[in-house]
DNA sequence: AATCGGTCGAAAT
DNA sequence: TCGACCGATT
């Protein structure tokens, strides 16, 4: 997959950085890639078809940790398969069959440990669990996408679009796409590392400077790339050397040929265009415009009738089904939101208006009739579920009476005010509502809103508020005081702890300490040595550009207005509860009762932090990462969540803690400013005057590694940064740390 | 020096 | 499954 040594070439470039450096940003994230990372921990379940929803809670929980740093979560799926990937695809569908007949024999034999080892690899990410997932996140008022074919080209097209400010994933072929901030090996904490592509000409394993993108993309492409294998003995030096060489990838080959030692098959170089047709020309979804279009605005000598391979274009109401993940990308069926239990497929629809409908909801056939009993599966995996779990079944009583039809969506703001727990409750989400009428939307909504508790009742149950000792899962067990975890935790931070004292709760110190870490503004100036020009030595092959103003696609100075169009139509199809009045406080109940939980495990976790604090900064923060978690993660709103950037918050209608959030967000947004103004706006790249840096970016680069010397930003004048002398000086000791690094 | 093929540990609980 | 790493090969 992707680029075979990439990430080594590029070794010298890659930023160790931290996802709060991002703050106030949106960053898509490759869906898929956690996805299948989820399914480690599920493999057996998911393989035996078992319940289980780790998979699931998995991308949630990265999702809520991207949340609770300032990052607003964009998720990108994949869709189709390319019709070149075809093959590939069914070759590997056959290898996890093989894999699962294995596993299964295994598993029989009693070897179970094999076993699973055996069938972690027959598990296929599947349209399925990403409709899951998508209720999941319509829930949470995250954005998402699904792309038409592969969610590659769908991020990099979002990232142009500044849509998206980066991407999230660990494929190195988004490069090749052209991405310009690519974060990789996100680990559970947030700490990543990045690579811009502004720092191309700062690589030190090779030299990239004066590299159009086109370059780059030519020697990734023939040093073996998912379209195109590589000549055999040709690698990423070899390709590097002769697109440096010859520029010209026809000549690079012959002269290739003629040094001898490479074989260039005949038809190598009519399938390396494809190939870097497809990097250019594959077919995304356009958010705007609501249809596909080609990743690249296709040049006018272009004919993408004649490019099979970037995939077909499809009716812009498929293709936004298909986005929506309403479709399945392959077949362009309606996914069906029932488990596919027996292969019986239901048609969706169908399915929906029963399961939402009040008429089934009260009719007098007990709901357990639906189900056979031993199909535990079904079971546990219905929405609907027969076993309600304590606060379902309290929901459940409490509504007994009450109607399950759909009342005037009018009614709404004031249900939400009344919710006791429901601090946030967003004018936004209220006003957007009112616009919201796709019958569509109101179906799958109608479905979500009684499903809502089923889906809810793991996290619930883990985290009920009795007991007030469980944390938030994205902070990994950790606050036990000195758990193995927390050992484990230690060590993966050793870096930066090394010289901080050892603390009774090492998960909190992180929070706490790094809370108003100034990495942020360590943004890097997007100009200097400039790489990116498209200055394309080959006609015959056209190169990217920025979306040309006859696109259907945005500009980048009117981005801002189209975003907000963007969401105001989006919104209703994520506001999915919402549109049912009725059924809200049932769905409120039990997001209430999950949130506080989660509250409360914050609570619980917080006052052990604070006690092993031993600055005094800490009790300034203390509240602020309170409210901020209240604000953020346990009623996610789209007042604050999907926030257009740019655009001022709605304070006048916030509640105190809202306030309070907001406050601690903007806060951390100052500090960590240039993000997105600094883009192509800040000053030199230079790496000589790295040296010269003020110590307090010394600070954030001592634990960041050398590489962050290249990138000079001075924006540190937040006044109330209250613990900005006592933050100094632990992390300063780091720079033991960096010279390491360095 | 670069590439290739193999092994190993981490991923997740 | 992926990467990092090692040793063999050219």
Redesign the pocket.
């Known amino acids: ?2 680029i ?2 990439l ?2 070439l590029l ?1 010298s470039i890659q930023k160790p950085c931290h996802l709060r450096k991002f703050s106030g940003e949106t960053l898509g994230v490759d869906a898929y890639g956690w996805l ?3 399914t ?3 493999a057996v379940d998911l393989v035996l078809d078992r319940p289980t929803t ?1 998979h699931i ?2 991308v949630l ?1 990265r999702v809520r940790m991207l949340i609770f740093f300032g990052v607003t979560p964009y998720l990108v799926f994949d869709g189709d398969n390319l019709p070149s990937k075809s093959g590939t695809e069914s070759e ?1 569908q056959k ?2 069959e093989e ?1 699962k007949a294995l596993g299964l024999e295994l598993y029989k034999k009693g070897r179970v440990a094999e076993a ?2 055996e069938l ?3 598990v296929d990410v599947t349209p399925y669990m990403a409709r899951q997932l998508i209720e999941e996140l319509k829930k949470m008022k995250v954005e998402y996408v699904v792309a038409p074919y592969e969610a590659d080209a769908q991020l990099v097209f979002l990232e142009r679009q500044g849509i998206i400010n980066g991407i999230i994933s ?3 072929d988004m490069l090749v796409f052209g991405a310009r901030r690519l974060l990789s ?1 996100l ?2 904490h947030g700490d990543c590392i990045e690579i811009n592509r502004a720092d191309f000409a700062a690589c030190k394993e090779v030299s990239l400077v004066g590299w159009t993108d086109a370059d780059f993309r030519r020697m990734c492409i023939l ?2 790339c998912d379209y195109l294998p ?12 002769s697109i440096r060489k010859y520029k010209n990838v026809d000549k690079a080959l012959r002269m290739l040929q003629l040094e001898g030692q490479y074989r260039v098959p005949a038809d190598y170089l009519e399938n390396f265009k494809q190939a870097e047709l497809t990097f250019l020309y594959q077919r995304v979804f356009c958010p705007t415009a609501g249809k596909l279009v080609t990743l690249t605005p296709p040049e006018t000598d272009v004919t993408l009738e004649n490019l099979t391979f970037i995939g077909d274009d499809m009716d812009p109401d498929i293709a936004t089904g298909v986005a929506r993940g309403d479709l399945d990308p392959t077949t362009k069926q309606p996914i069906s939101l029932k488990p596919p239990m027996t292969g019986k497929w239901v048609p969706s629809i169908g399915r929906r208006q029963t399961f939402g409908s009040s008429a089934d909801l009260k009719s007098n056939k007990p709901i357990s009739s639906f189900f056979t009993p031993k199909r535990v599966p079904l079971a546990e995996l219905d929405p609907n579920s027969l076993t309600p779990s304590p606060s379902q079944q309290r929901l459940l009583e409490r509504h007994a009476n009450s109607s399950w039809e759909a009342s005037p969506v009018s009614a709404q703001p004031n249900v939400i005010r009344s919710a006791p727990a429901d601090r946030v409750s967003s004018p936004l989400l209220g006003g957007l509502e009112r616009n919201s009428s796709a019958q569509a939307t109101r179906a799958s909504s109608t479905f979500s809103s009684v499903k809502r508790p089923r889906l809810c009742s793991e996290t619930e149950e883990e985290s009920l508020p009795t007991r007030p000792n469980c944390r938030s ?1 994205f902070f ?1 067990p950790t606050s036990q005081g000195s758990s193995p975890s927390g050992e484990k935790l230690a060590r ?1 931070k050793k870096q930066r702890k090394s010289t901080l004292g050892v603390f009774s709760d090492e998960a909190a110190e992180e929070i706490m300490s790094q809370l108003p870490d100034p990495s942020g503004r360590l943004e890097n100036p997007q100009d200097g040595p400039r790489v990116g020009h498209e200055a394309d030595a080959e006609p015959h092959i056209k190169d990217c550009k920025p979306p040309s103003p006859s696109d259907l696609t945005v500009r980048p100075e009117a981005q801002e207005v189209h975003k907000e169009e963007v969401r105001q139509k989006d919104v209703p199809r994520l506001a999915d509860i919402d549109t049912d009045p009725k059924v809200f406080p049932q769905v409120l109940d039990c997001r209430v009762e999950r949130q506080s939980s989660t509250l409360l495990s914050k609570f619980a976790f917080l006052p052990k932090g604070a006690s092993s604090g031993q600055r005094s900064g800490l009790d300034q923060k203390k509240p602020q990462l309170e409210n901020t978690t209240h604000a953020r993660t346990v009623r996610p709103s789209p007042g604050i969540l999907i926030r257009p950037r740019g655009s001022s918050p709605k304070r006048q209608r916030l509640t105190p803690l809202q306030r309070l959030g907001q406050s601690a967000l903007s806060r951390s947004r100052s500090m960590c400013l240039p993000t997105t103004d600094t883009f192509g706006s800040s000053s030199s790249h230079d790496i000589t005057g790295g040296m010269s840096l003020r110590s307090d970016i010394m600070n954030t680069v001592a634990h960041q590694g050398s590489e962050d010397l290249l990138i000079p930003n001075s924006d540190e004048d937040d006044p109330d940064h209250q613990s900005s002398d006592e933050k100094r000086e632990p992390v300063r000791l780091d720079l033991k740390k960096f010279s390491f690094a360095a």
């Open positions: 997959m992707g075979k040594g990430h080594g070794k299948h990372r989820g480690v921990a599920c780790k809670d998995f929980n590997r290898k996890r894999s699973y080892q972690q690899k027959a660990e494929d190195s090996k680990d559970q040093s073996g590589n000549i055999s003995k040709l690698g990423l030096k070899t390709a590097y050397r899962r990994t993966s």
